[in-house]
């Protein structure tokens, strides 16, 4: 599929590349300014960043989720139908440990992000920002690395619009970050 438009990705492809830069940046932000002394206080900008970063995990973490466990992976997995699926189903297996893994990280993160959007006492402690954003930012890692250019080559032009309406038809495409 990458043929198309001189080399450009399918609308589709694009989303998923993009929603995954977005996750990316979110983790980036955390991982920089989460252990600072300031997170500690109860300032305005210090409120504000929490809240910020709070929405845009909450909108992207299920979203990256969703996109890939329900629209991707079951859509390649349709493409490789005739052929031997093992790799897929690792993937998809990888795929669920790696998202127990996120989930139960950000139960812990979310509460302290949380206290700290609110103003009230809260820090974020290093260790369970690298519990989050290590495992997240692997997941991210190997969708861009394997998963969306396996996709840009396997999935046919019709699989590519039906993702791509179910993407637009997803709540979880409009981010607020």
Excluded: K, N
Aim: net charge neutral.
């Amino acid at each position: 599929m990458s043929a198309q438009g001189g080399g450009g990705w399918p609308p589709a492809l694009a989303q998923l590349h993009e929603a995954g830069r977005r996750a990316h940046r979110c983790c980036r932000s955390l991982q920089r300014w989460g252990p600072r002394p300031m997170l500690r206080s109860g300032r305005d900008s210090t409120r504000a960043w929490a809240g910020l970063l709070l929405r845009c995990l909450d909108a992207e973490v299920p979203a990256f989720f969703h996109h890939h466990e329900e629209l991707l992976l079951p859509a390649l997995m349709e493409a490789v139908a005739g052929s031997d699926p093992v790799c897929l189903r690792g993937m998809a297996t990888d795929h669920e440990a790696g998202r127990r893994q996120v989930l139960g990280a950000w139960a812990v993160v979310r509460p302290q992000l949380e206290a700290i959007a609110s103003g009230g006492r809260g820090a974020l402690a290093t260790a369970d920002i690298a519990a989050f954003t290590g495992p997240y930012e692997a997941l991210l890692a190997h969708a861009r690395e394997e998963l969306l250019p396996m996709a840009d080559r396997m999935l046919s032009q019709a699989q590519w619009d039906a993702l791509e309406g179910s993407l637009h038809a997803s709540p979880t495409l409009r981010s607020p970050c």
